[in-house]
């Protein structure tokens, strides 16, 4: 039996964003980017440290999997748990996986003292999440409804009311449609197909896997 944690939904970057604040003349750079692997985040820090070669400090975190199953964090010269620490919980309290982001930092002249400089750099990660395109990753299941045509007008009334989306259809002496069903809803949607169709419809499941929610 599959384990209830596996589909909880998580959030990743549609699009990486760019955002900047100013606290006591030092400027705070957070630039984020979708990354798959460790190999891909580490590459980020360090095209950000040769864009930003100039600046004081390139702090930076990244989330990777689902669940969050690895997590990294660099303060890259901050006092320890200033920078890179609270940039990683700003992360995982948004939900969000499978991003890189790094904190740029060029120092303008006053020390902030360390939670001054914890909050700066929560701000700018804010700043940068704002300016990112976020969306929604649900687990679901594709499904393949096989029909005839008296059957297809209740199906389709059926999905519309759920919004659920047909992502490709067949008509031929039968009519065969491939949707995808949000997890949770699977056997309630099964259901009403069932009924509404007289059992005139066949259900065959062909995959579970995560899908763009909204």
């Keep these: 039996m599959e384990k209830e944690q596996l589909f909880l939904p998580y959030k990743v970057l549609k699009e990486g964003g760019r955002g900047e604040i100013v606290e006591k003349k030092s400027r705070f750079i957070a630039t984020l980017t979708p990354v798959e692997s460790e190999e891909e985040a580490a590459a980020f820090v360090e095209e950000m440290k040769k864009k930003y070669w100039d600046a004081r400090h390139n702090c930076s975190a ?83 409804l096989v029909t005839d045509y008296n059957g297809i007008g209740k199906i389709q009334y059926l999905l519309s009311q759920r919004n659920l989306a047909i992502d490709s259809s067949e008509y031929t002496d039968i009519v065969r449609l491939i949707l995808t069903v949000p997890y949770e809803e699977k056997e309630e949607v099964c259901k009403e197909l069932i009924e509404s169709t007289s059992g005139k419809v066949k259900i065959e499941e062909l995959e579970k896997f995560y899908f763009v929610s909204g």
Excluded at 74 to 80: I, K, R, Y
Excluded at 119 to 135: E, F, M, N, P
């Design 62 to 144: 990244f989330v990777l999997g689902e669940r969050a199953q690895i997590t990294r964090c660099s303060d890259d010269g901050e006092p320890g748990g200033t920078a890179g620490k609270p940039m990683l919980e700003v992360l995982l309290s948004s939900e969000i996986r499978n991003v890189a982001a790094v904190v740029t930092r060029y120092f303008g002249g006053t020390l902030l003292g360390t939670g001054g400089l914890v909050r700066a750099y929560t701000q700018a990660l804010q700043a940068g999440l704002a300016a990112s395109r976020i969306v929604t990753m649900r687990y679901g299941v594709r499904l393949m």
